[in-house]
């Protein structure tokens, strides 16, 4: 007899409590307990813009006077959207009866009421706290009290004479669309998955990066103080090792080395940051002389970028995007069957799920500081070349 066809297939779960990320979800108010970039500092200015950010609509705006506002888009007087409003020196001015609103959402004016509103400070749009750092606009969605420090990353730091911040927000360094359209989590958990890159980016769609990363790595996992780590080893074959070191760090921080295999700590990380459970989009900073850096990291299918392929290249020469979004909007995690490469994938989910518990407690998630003196986060990826220092890698990359 027959077994194991896909008569009576039930489709499984995905696992809500890692995946989900709106208000109330385990693993959003995981979420709600760190900063978050949402948008580049030039893109708050005196137009409004709109943005979903972990399930909830949001407008930015920069008051006249050049502070970024994050506010609810809903005027708390009848519901007319500030998308719709009007920016001015401290605030933006509801369009239907000209309430004003400063970033904190303090009610500066009922214009048709006595005395401008001589209730006014009664009333509060619902807003967030930002901040400005490395060219990004960083959000904290969170409970008031438990708002942690703006954590600094020292890759970031102390720009060398010559080099520059290089910010993008057109989604993921192999390819693909600015808002990626599928769960989070496929892409964040990806990061600790480092067997894909010598089948997907080498043997099954032709070498996407360079011919090192198509020798298949031994790997080893750790756990580290803030999220996960795997250290992959690769014989080069003329007395050197390379160790490549890629991290994820709590609650959806990527640190990959550029696949290009740029010698030391990474130059580059970047944000996963979920507009709700089934669209994302992927911060990237990088420091650098080349202020297109990030786009010569872009790898190409036969030499042709994303963006370019024809329906039959993307199906014959797929890349992460095809990959991951083939997984599901939001995967059904339920039906893995997770072996022993798989152990990065499975340390992620550990690690979040023990986060939401820790959250659901009263605790605070790993990562998140209050004191001044805790900011500066040292980050350890990196493509680190051990043995014979001169010689030259086996081949120049392959599509620069
Ligand atoms: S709805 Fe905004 S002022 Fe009336
Ligand atoms: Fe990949």
């Known amino acids: 007899m027959d077994t194991g066809t896909a008569y009576g297939l039930r489709l499984g779960q995905p696992l809500n409590e890692l995946a989900q990320v709106g208000p109330g979800t385990p693993y959003g108010e995981v979420l709600r307990r760190y900063?978050?970039?949402?948008?580049?500092?030039?893109?708050a200015t005196?137009?409004?813009?709109s943005l979903r950010v972990l399930g909830e609509e949001l407008v930015l705006f920069r008051?006249?006077?050049?502070?970024?506002?994050?506010?609810?888009?809903?005027?708390?007087?009848r519901g007319a959207s500030l998308f719709y409003g009007g920016v001015e020196d401290e605030g933006i001015r509801c369009c239907y009866h000209g309430w004003v609103f400063d970033t904190e959402g303090h009610c500066l004016e009922q214009p048709c009421e006595p005395d401008l509103g001589l209730h006014r400070d009664r009333v509060r749009q619902p807003w967030y706290?930002?901040?400005?750092?490395?060219?990004?606009?960083?959000?904290?969605?969170?409970?008031?009290?438990?708002?942690?420090v703006l954590p600094r990353y020292d890759t970031l730091e102390d720009l060398a004479p010559g080099e520059q911040l290089i910010v993008n927000d057109q989604g993921v360094g192999g390819g693909g669309p600015a808002v990626l359209d599928f769960n989070w989590l496929q892409h964040w958990e990806n990061v600790m998955d480092p067997f894909h890159v010598p089948i997907l980016h080498a043997r099954f769609s032709g070498n996407q990066f360079t011919p090192e990363m198509a020798l298949i790595p031994e790997v080893s996992y750790e756990y580290t103080p803030l999220g996960v780590r795997s250290i992959q080893m690769r014989d080069l074959g003329d007395g050197r090792q390379l160790r490549?070191?890629?991290?994820?760090?709590?609650?959806?921080?990527r640190v990959v080395a550029s696949p290009k295999?740029?010698?030391g700590q990474t130059n580059m990380i970047g944000w996963v940051v979920p507009m709700d459970d089934t669209n994302f989009r992927i911060?990237?900073?990088?420091?650098?002389?080349?202020?297109d850096f990030l786009a010569k990291l872009r790898s190409t299918h036969e030499g042709k970028p994303w963006k370019e392929l024809t329906e039959l290249e993307h199906q014959r020469l797929p890349g992460d995007y095809e990959a991951q979004k083939s997984q599901g909007s939001i995967s059904l995690h339920?039906?893995?069957?997770?072996?022993?490469?798989?152990?990065?994938?499975?340390?992620?989910?550990?690690?979040?799920?023990?986060?939401?518990?820790?959250?659901?407690?009263?605790?605070?998630?790993?990562?998140?500081?209050?004191?001044?003196?805790?900011?500066?986060?040292?980050?350890e990826g990196g493509n680190y070349f051990e043995g014979a220092a001169d010689a030259p890698l086996l081949a120049e990359a392959v599509d620069d």
């Open 244 to 253: 490549r070191v890629t991290e994820v760090i709590f609650p959806n921080l």
């Open 46 to 49: 005196t137009r409004p813009i």
């Open 261 to 263: 295999l740029s010698s």
């Open 35 to 43: 900063w978050h970039p949402v948008a580049k500092v030039e893109d």
């Open 334 to 379: 339920s039906e893995d069957h997770l072996t022993t490469t798989d152990q990065g994938i499975a340390m992620i989910r550990r690690m979040m799920a023990k986060q939401h518990r820790a959250v659901a407690g009263g605790g605070d998630p790993v990562g998140v500081f209050f004191d001044e003196s805790e900011r500066l986060v040292r980050i």
């Open 63 to 77: 008051t006249r006077k050049g502070k970024p506002g994050l506010l609810h888009p809903r005027c708390i007087h």
């Open 283 to 291: 911060f990237t900073v990088a420091r650098d002389e080349d202020s």
């Open 129 to 148: 706290s930002v901040e400005e750092q490395y060219g990004l606009l960083w959000a904290y969605m969170g409970p008031p009290d438990k708002k942690p």
